[in-house]
C-alpha cells in the first residue's frame, strides 16, 4: 500500500493515466511490457500505445525511470526491453476466475481510449484514495471498538454487550 501512495505522490495525474493505460500490456507473471504481437516492447512501442509526442514520451520515461516505477532490463536477445516494477504493480492469474483480468484489461483500454490521461490517473489516485480510506475507518472503528468495550466493562454486562454489538453494527456499514 505504501509503494502505490510513493507512486501517487511522486508522479503527475496524466503520468498516473499513462502507467494505469500500459498495465493493459504488462505480461502475466514476468511484468514485462508487451505489444499485442506478444513481442517485448520498447519506449517508442509504448509512445504508440500511449498516442502521446516524443516530447510526452520523454518526460514520462524520465519519470518512470527516475522512480523505478519502468525498468528497462536486457530479454534474451540482449534488447533492452521495459518492466513494470513489481512493487508497484504486478499481474498475475486469480485461480478462481481467469476472465476477471482480461475483462479489467478491456475495460481499461475502452477507458484510456475514451478518457484523456489526465482523467485516467484520476480513476488511479481516486482508486488508492477509496483503498486508504477504507483503511482508516476500518482502523478508526477497531480503536473506537476497544475503547467501548473498556467503557462497557465498567457499567457492567447488559450495557457491554449492547455497545459492542452496535460498534459490530456500525463496522458492517462503513467496511
Known sequence: MGDIREVIL????VHCGHLLHLQCY???FTGFL???DREYSTWDDARKV???????????KKAMLDNDIIERTANEDGEVVLRVNPRYHFRNELPE???????????LKEMAEELKPHEVGMVYKLNYCRI?????????LI???VILRRLGS???SKSRSYVISQTQRCHGIFV
Request: hydrophobic share 35%.
Open 132 to 140: 486508504s480510506i477504507r483503511i482508516r475507518i476500518r482502523s478508526a
Open 10 to 13: 511522486t508522479l503527475s495525474t
Open 50 to 60: 500511449l498516442d502521446i509526442r516524443k516530447r510526452s514520451i520523454t518526460d514520462f
Open 97 to 107: 476466475n481467469k476472465r476477471v483480468i482480461k475483462t479489467f484489461t478491456n475495460r
Open 143 to 145: 480503536r473506537l471498538n
Open 34 to 36: 508487451i505489444r499485442e
Open 26 to 28: 504488462m505480461e502475466l
Open 154 to 156: 465498567q457499567r457492567g
